[in-house]
């Protein structure tokens, strides 16, 4: 079976912890790449790399010494993402609240960049809040948090963490169509200071 098969018999098994019916185009790849600002980061993370389409987009752009880890949920996808023969990238199956300690399990520093596909919109409420509340705590200074979601509930669940989103974008070239977010660390952390 190919990557879409793969991916639509997933989501039919498990539609809540997979938010799409295909994988993303390559056009939606191509602005999540271009919002995170792959091709500067030292240390990225992706989050819900489902069949690895976006994981090659990433390594296609990265530095040549940089590293990315994926965390993925799923043991099919986290088996075809593994295939990929990158000596950047370490795939680990597991779950995005861990990050912090899976980054320390790896001896990884804390990443510039976190991009994620998992779709908030359909996870529990608290659990959407320990995931992002993690992502705050890891990123360095000046880093990136780029999600990519088909409904807004991202931001909701961000904005008492990480301040308002500074860059919103829709890719309609996309099926469904998504929403690229990003929030950078400068921006939210002055603003928790304020508080």
């Known amino acids: 079976m190919n990557g879409r098969t793969i991916f639509f018999h997933q989501f039919l098994k498990e539609p809540l912890q997979i938010g799409s019916v295909v994988p993303s185009s390559r056009f939606l790849e191509r602005r999540i790449v271009k919002t995170a600002n792959v091709a500067s980061a030292n240390m990225i993370v992706e989050l819900g790399p489902g069949t690895g389409g976006t994981t090659k987009a990433i390594l296609a752009e990265m530095k040549p010494d940089a590293k990315l880890l994926t965390v993925e949920i ?8 593994s295939q990929i023969k990158d000596d950047r990238l370490i795939t680990h199956l597991g779950n995005a609240v861990e990050l912090k300690e899976i980054l320390e399990s790896y001896g990884l520093p804390n ?8 779709p908030f919109s359909t996870l529990d409420r608290s659990l959407g809040t320990k995931i992002i509340e993690v992502i ?15 409904r807004n509930r991202v931001a909701d669940l961000c904005e008492p963490v990480m301040g308002c989103c500074h860059h ?6 996309n099926i469904p169509p998504m929403r690229v977010y990003c929030w950078s660390k400068n921006g939210f952390k002055r603003r928790n200071k304020v508080q």
């Open 74 to 81: 799923n043991p099919l996808f986290h088996q075809l993402v």
């Open 111 to 118: 990443p510039d960049v976190v991009i994620s596909g998992i």
């Open 136 to 150: 705050s705590s890891v990123l360095v200074y000046g880093g990136k948090f780029v999600a990519y979601q088909a």
């Open 168 to 173: 919103k974008k829709l890719e309609l070239l």
